[in-house]
């Protein structure tokens, strides 16, 4: 559970990301201290800051980069990607059709999932069949993020694989049937400042994005390094900010993995408002399970959770498809 938490913590993955393919990884006295801190974190807060994690800044910069590039450009250019039911829901939303519980969100993006083929999953996935839409314009678009996506899911099953041991599993808790085929959502994401939201209808409320948990194991954050937007709400209901730290992560862990654990680990409500007058860009990629993973607790949680399951089944893609059918004003 979640607590009244002041701060988020800053973790060095560095000893578990260099000791990850390593069968014996679980007696490193490094992933050892590693792992503690995961676990202190998931059970606090359900956040945590990584650095050490091995992506080049030069690609998280790049990222971002480009990201402004693309909503610097005019709607005209930007609706040439819409996103509607008939492209999977994948493509570009502009500013106020993403709502949560309700209400429009300040925010523009593009949204890409792992491709899903036709009939790949049945009726479970009809709903999100398609190719991801990338702009042609700028150049580059869609090689970068793709690179970005790779080194992304590479160092997901890698802090993964600590928070099993953390767990008190094995490191491959959540590999096989869980998540050997992770499926990923990547959203590229843009806040306008307050100083308004360029040719485009503003919303009537300031909030970026409302506050929300993640659906799946596991969110790495890649923000702006000058503005403070996140905020993250402990149990006492305060909001805490998670101001960026240049070149790491903010991470965080979604409803799946609250199941997994039981939980041990909690999902943490957690919202944007950008109260700069400066555009915001955030990229934030989002470590799945399986698309057609039945989730329920794991064993070892609930030997430490008194035996009694806390969270019925729950597959993953009916969760995803539940909210993203209901997340758009179009």
């Known amino acids: 559970m979640a607590t009244d938490f002041k701060s988020i913590p800053i973790i060095d993955v560095s000893p578990l990301v260099a000791k990850c393919e390593d069968p014996k990884m679980a007696e490193d006295p490094g992933v050892s201290q590693v792992v503690k801190q995961l676990?202190?974190?998931?059970?606090?807060?359900?956040?945590?800051?990584?650095?050490?994690?091995?992506?080049p800044e030069s690609l998280i910069n790049n990222v971002k980069n480009?990201?402004?590039?693309?909503?610097?450009l005019p709607y005209e250019e930007k609706i040439k990607i819409k996103l509607t039911p008939a492209t999977g829901y994948r493509g570009y939303q502009r500013i106020g059709e993403n709502i949560t519980k309700g209400i429009p969100d300040m925010h523009e993006a593009i949204d890409c999932y792992k491709e899903i083929q036709e009939?790949?999953?049945?009726?479970?996935?009809?709903?999100?069949?398609?190719c991801n839409q990338w702009p042609l314009n700028p150049p580059n678009f869609r090689a970068l993020m793709e690179e970005y996506v790779n080194l992304c899911t590479d160092l997901s099953r890698k802090i993964m694989r600590g928070i099993a041991l953390?767990?008190?599993?094995?490191?491959?808790?959540?590999?096989?049937?869980?998540?050997?085929?992770?499926?990923?959502?990547?959203?590229?994401?843009?806040?306008?400042?307050?100083?308004g939201a360029k040719d485009q209808k503003k919303p009537e409320n300031n909030i970026g994005c409302?506050?929300?948990?993640?659906?799946?194991?596991?969110?790495?954050?890649?923000?702006?390094?000058?503005?403070?937007?996140?905020?993250?709400?402990?149990?006492?209901?305060?909001?805490?900010?998670?101001p960026p730290i240049p070149g790491s992560f903010v991470c965080n862990i979604g409803d799946m993995l609250k199941i997994y654990s039981n939980g041990l680990?909690?999902?943490?409500?957690?919202?944007?408002?950008?109260?700069?007058?400066?555009?915001?860009?955030?990229?934030?990629?989002?470590?799945?399970?399986?698309?057609?993973?039945?989730?329920?607790?794991?064993?070892?949680?609930?030997?430490?959770?008194?035996?009694?399951?806390?969270?019925?089944?729950?597959?993953?893609?009916?969760?995803?498809?539940?909210?993203?059918?209901?997340?758009?004003v179009m």
């Open 119 to 130: 009939g790949m999953y049945g009726a479970l996935g009809k709903t999100m069949e398609g």
């Open 66 to 72: 480009i990201t402004h590039e693309f909503f610097d």
């Open 210 to 242: 409302g506050a929300h948990t993640d659906y799946g194991l596991l969110t790495l954050v890649n923000q702006d390094d000058d503005i403070t937007a996140l905020e993250v709400r402990n149990m006492s209901g305060e909001w805490i900010s998670a």
């Open 265 to 328: 680990y909690e999902s943490t409500l957690h919202r944007v408002i950008n109260s700069s007058p400066k555009y915001r860009v955030c990229v934030a990629y989002f470590y799945e399970t399986n698309f057609d993973a039945a989730v329920e607790p794991l064993d070892i949680c609930k030997q430490r959770t008194g035996e009694t399951k806390q969270f019925g089944r729950a597959v993953y893609g009916e969760h995803l498809v539940s909210k993203v059918t209901t997340n758009f």
């Open 39 to 55: 676990d202190k974190a998931c059970k606090e807060a359900g956040f945590f800051y990584v650095k050490g994690h091995g992506i």
């Open 166 to 195: 953390a767990l008190g599993g094995s490191p491959y808790e959540f590999e096989g049937v869980r998540a050997g085929d992770a499926f990923w959502v990547l959203r590229i994401v843009g806040y306008p400042g307050l100083s």
